[in-house]
């Protein structure tokens, strides 16, 4: 008799970037196009279109998967050089529905490195800090980040 043993781990790693002291990311993960068929916690909104984006949320662990993106709920990610005032820290620490769509445009969801098909093809990356990544000769090459004063 045979078994087989499968594991799947999943590991978060939080870094710290060059783009300042107060970029986070808060995207749990990105969107997961799952065409339809993930089980979603019952605190998810019905559909990615019913998503109240913006508005308050208690459930910080929801994270949920539809064909069109992905919606969760937590703090809003604050993207500038300089430390905000402390009412505006308050205000992006509390929980509010944000969504992420699947991408139409033809690149990965996620950045990539090693080969690619289409010559030419430039695809940017990141939420708050942008790299800008380029197929050329069949290799996806990443250009310096970019990120706002």
Same mark, same amino acid.
Do not use: H
């Given at each position: 008799?045979?078994?087989? !043993?499968?594991? $799947?781990?999943?590991?978060?790693? $939080? ?11 808060? +995207?749990?993960?990105?969107?997961a196009?799952?065409?339809? #068929? ?5 605190? *998810?909104? @019905?559909?990615?279109?019913? /998503?109240?984006?913006?508005?308050? *949320?208690t459930?910080? #662990? ?8 992905? *919606? !969760? ?9 300089? @430390?905000? %005032? +402390?009412?505006?820290? /308050? ?5 509010t !529905?944000?969504?992420k769509?699947?991408? #139409? ?6 950045? %990539? #490195?090693?080969?690619c ?5 430039? *695809?940017?990356?990141? +939420? ?9 000769? &069949?290799? !996806?090459? @990443? &250009? @310096?980040?970019?990120?706002?004063p």
């Amino acid at each position: 008799m045979r078994i087989a !043993w499968s594991l $799947v781990v999943t590991v978060v790693v $939080v870094t710290a970037s060059s783009c300042g002291p107060s970029r986070v990311r808060s +995207d749990p993960g990105g969107p997961a196009n799952t065409g339809g #068929t993930a089980i979603n916690p019952a605190s *998810c909104p @019905a559909s990615f279109a019913e /998503a109240p984006l913006g508005e308050a *949320c208690t459930d910080t #662990t929801a994270s949920c998967d539809y064909a069109e993106g992905r *919606c !969760w709920c937590g703090p809003t990610a604050y993207c500038g050089g300089v @430390a905000p %005032p +402390d009412e505006l820290v /308050a205000e992006l620490e509390r929980p509010t !529905w944000q969504c992420k769509p699947v991408r #139409t445009d033809g690149c990965p969801e996620v950045q %990539p #490195t090693g080969a690619c098909t289409e010559d030419g093809q430039a *695809c940017s990356y990141g +939420d708050c800090c942008f790299v800008l990544v380029t197929c050329q000769s &069949g290799a !996806w090459v @990443a &250009g @310096a980040p970019g990120c706002p004063p």
